[in-house]
């Protein structure tokens, strides 16, 4: 065999796995439109958060492309921007695939557990599926690890919503990214920061988020 021959991967994603990925990003979806209904059907601004959280942080469009191009587009980056805002966005880039990971892994133990005693029957699937897919996946320190970049990246889209010259931040941003094929990644910062151009203030709904996402994860992992 030539020694140039492509390596496959070790766990090859299979088509059942990635609907199943989606499936928990579709049940995730539900599950906090209703556990922040109060920020979103009361306050102005957050009615846009599921949309945003299902568009760009739990299921970003050409994910593929995305994930060849987001290592590339932090070592431009570190020439281009300060190093408070390359550190935001790398953080963006982290929760991102630790987001597709944490999916993936769900989706497998979806299809072992509630799936299976389901006899696939996806129009079954609810809630309480997702939660134990999710126990049986564990990962405590990791599901921790998201819960607190994705309050993170909330609070910078937040921040940059609030430059004045937020096109002339973005300016050297965009050429970057377009130089390593990251656009995608653009244009969630861009979304993440038109969505919170119509919030008057983040930090109650990242509080929340960090407490109420903290404290179901504990209570399904039996942490303490």
């Given at each position: 065999?030539?020694?140039n021959a492509p390596t496959?991967?070790?766990?090859?994603?299979?088509?059942?796995?990635?609907?199943?990925?989606?499936?928990?990003?579709?049940?995730?979806?539900?599950?906090?439109?209703?556990?922040?209904?109060?920020?979103?059907?009361?306050?102005k601004g957050f009615d846009?958060?599921?949309?945003?959280?299902?568009?760009?942080?739990?299921?970003?469009?050409?994910?593929?492309?995305?994930?060849?191009?987001?290592?590339?587009?932090?070592?431009?980056?570190?020439?281009?921007?300060?190093?408070?805002?390359?550190?935001?966005?790398?953080?963006?880039?982290?929760?991102?695939?630790?987001?597709?990971?944490?999916?993936?892994?769900?989706?497998?133990?979806?299809?072992?557990?509630?799936?299976?005693?389901?006899?696939?029957?996806?129009?079954?699937?609810?809630?309480?599926?997702?939660?134990?897919?999710?126990?049986?996946?564990?990962?405590?320190?990791?599901?921790?690890?998201?819960?607190?970049?994705?309050?993170?990246?909330?609070?910078?889209?937040?921040?940059?919503?609030?430059?004045?010259?937020?096109?002339?931040?973005?300016?050297?941003?965009?050429?970057?990214?377009?130089?390593?094929?990251?656009?995608?990644?653009?244009?969630?910062?861009?979304?993440?920061?038109?969505?919170?151009?119509n919030i008057k203030d983040?930090?109650?709904?990242?509080?929340?988020?960090?407490?109420?996402?903290?404290?179901?994860?504990?209570?399904?992992?039996?942490?303490?």
């Amino acid at each position: 065999m030539s020694q140039n021959a492509p390596t496959a991967p070790v766990n090859p994603v299979t088509p059942e796995e990635k609907e199943a990925a989606a499936l928990v990003v579709k049940l995730t979806i539900d599950r906090l439109e209703t556990t922040y209904s109060d920020f979103i059907l009361d306050q102005k601004g957050f009615d846009q958060i599921p949309s945003f959280f299902r568009d760009h942080l739990y299921s970003p469009p050409n994910k593929e492309a995305r994930d060849a191009a987001l290592d590339n587009l932090y070592h431009k980056l570190r020439s281009v921007t300060g190093p408070e805002m390359t550190e935001n966005i790398h953080k963006l880039v982290l929760v991102n695939k630790l987001t597709d990971d944490l999916d993936l892994e769900t989706g497998r133990a979806l299809i072992q557990g509630p799936l299976k005693k389901l006899k696939n029957r996806i129009e079954l699937l609810g809630l309480e599926h997702l939660l134990t897919a999710i126990g049986m996946v564990g990962r405590y320190e990791d599901r921790l690890r998201q819960i607190e970049m994705i309050g993170d990246s909330l609070t910078f889209f937040f921040s940059l919503s609030k430059l004045p010259l937020i096109k002339l931040v973005m300016a050297p941003i965009k050429v970057a990214a377009s130089l390593v094929g990251a656009m995608e990644l653009t244009q969630t910062m861009e979304a993440g920061y038109n969505l919170s151009r119509n919030i008057k203030d983040m930090k109650p709904f990242v509080e929340a988020f960090t407490a109420r996402e903290t404290k179901q994860l504990k209570e399904l992992l039996g942490r303490t």
